[in-house]
């Protein structure tokens, strides 16, 4: 199955050997930057698996907290989470130290 040209949504496309070529917009495109377009803006945990809002998770790694005595540590089980834009992925709160943001690759899905 050819796809269509992410730049015009063209349907006519073709194949050039290892890349495709869309006759409307000259545009040239690889099966890898279809598949890197259709991830873009999902979130994946430590092991591949998308993450949507209102997930379960769990911390796979002990985490250090600025201002607190203690780290969040592994295995801690966060509910409802939140995605979000930025660098730190997940906002969501953890009993006893409230209200933080997770970065996707320290936690797995629950």
Request: net charge negative; aromatic share 8%.
């Amino acid at each position: 199955m050819i796809p269509p040209c992410p730049k015009c949504n063209s349907n006519f496309t073709y194949n050039n050997g290892s890349i495709f070529v869309c006759p409307e917009c000259f545009h040239e495109f690889s099966a890898e930057d279809v598949e890197a377009a259709a991830n873009e803006g999902k979130v994946f945990d430590s092991n591949g698996n998308e993450l949507q809002n209102g997930d379960n998770i769990i911390v796979i790694k002990d985490l250090p907290v600025k201002g607190a005595p203690k780290p969040v540590k592994a295995g801690t089980k966060v509910k409802n989470i939140r995605l979000v834009e930025g660098d730190h992925d997940i906002a969501c709160k953890i009993d006893g130290f409230g209200a933080m943001g997770l970065k996707s690759e320290f936690v797995r899905k629950a």
